[in-house]
């Protein structure tokens, strides 16, 4: 069966009801149960679960009613036994998003934050500021434009596994025929598509070779 790509999203406050949490408990994995059981914030067990359910999902999309996760070698969560199936899970604040696709891919979703002058410096490169600066529309926008640009390197760096292993001063972005293209000495990510996405006060940058993605809210 082929992989669609697809990025599938959700607000995980449909289980602060207790009725619909223990409803889409109960249809979880035994792993899952167990990774929110050993969650401690309430907050935490939502997004845990809110994962678990995008995950399920986005299998039984795939044809996969059984399926077990396991870690690669640099520790990136996988299906167990399929070489054709990537999934990159992230959350902030209420959303929680999940990435699919027949190809290696990264993902990340931000809340828009403030930044402050230090945080500027301590993750972006001048390069990368005159970049923002060439995005934003008005000062107004300074906030949203570092939360995207943050959440295009947090992509890169979960694509190549590396995490936050991988500086993100490292990974240097420029804007090329309109789109936001990186490159780094410490990762191969010439070639990769950024792919951008904006939903309420959310920023999400998808990290993958291929170029289109479908927009799921399956809950």
Not at 136 to 144: A, G, L, T
Not at 177 to 190: R, T, V
Request: proline share 3%.
């Amino acid at each position: 069966m082929k992989i669609e790509n697809t990025l599938y999203v959700m607000n995980i406050d449909i289980l602060e009801d207790q009725v619909q949490f223990d409803l889409w408990y109960d249809k979880m994995p035994e792993f899952r149960k167990r990774k929110v059981d050993a969650l401690k914030p309430h907050r935490s067990k939502l997004l845990s679960l809110g994962a678990g359910m995008l995950l399920d999902k986005a299998m039984k999309d795939c044809g996969f009613d059984d399926y077990e996760i396991e870690l690669s070698e640099n520790g990136k969560p996988r299906i167990k036994g399929r070489g054709d199936v990537f999934f990159n899970i992230s959350h902030s604040g209420e959303m929680v998003v999940l990435g699919i696709s027949d190809k290696e891919i990264g993902v990340d979703i931000e809340k828009v934050k403030h930044f402050k002058e230090s945080l500027v410096n301590y993750v972006f490169m001048p390069q990368d500021q005159d970049l923002a600066k060439e995005l934003m529309m008005s000062e107004s926008d300074m906030d949203k434009v570092y939360t995207r640009l943050w959440t295009v390197k947090e992509s890169i760096m979960k694509h190549c596994g590396k995490g936050i292993s991988l500086s993100p001063k490292n990974i240097l972005l420029r804007l090329e025929n309109g789109k936001i293209k990186a490159s780094s000495a410490a990762c191969d990510c010439e070639a990769l598509n950024l792919i951008p996405y904006e939903i309420d006060d959310y920023q999400i940058t998808i990290c993958s070779e291929c170029e289109d993605f479908t927009l799921l809210k399956p809950f």
